[in-house]
């Protein structure tokens, strides 16, 4: 397995801030350290705002890559 190879999948396309980051802290917090998270998002708020909450909260920003249906794919790394 790649070290960035997701362990988990969240899709927040349909969720609205705050919930996006929300959902996405919850999904971080059922892995172990050092896994990633597959975050699919939509929007220019989330795309903005849940990388951000995601290092606060001590967790590395891997990649976020804009898909051709003007969504976003982020990677994040949890932290220990």
Known sequence: MSSST????????AEV???????TKL???????????EVRLRGD???????????QDGHAV???VAQADGSHVL???KGG
């Open 75 to 77: 990677l994040l790394r």
């Open 45 to 55: 708020e989330p795309r903005r705002n849940v990388p951000a909450s995601a290092q």
């Open 17 to 23: 801030c705050p919930m996006t980051y929300v959902r």
């Open 6 to 13: 997701p362990s988990a999948v969240v899709d927040i396309r």
């Open 62 to 64: 891997l990649s976020l």
């Open 27 to 37: 999904a971080l917090e059922s892995l172990g350290p050092g896994q990633v998270l």
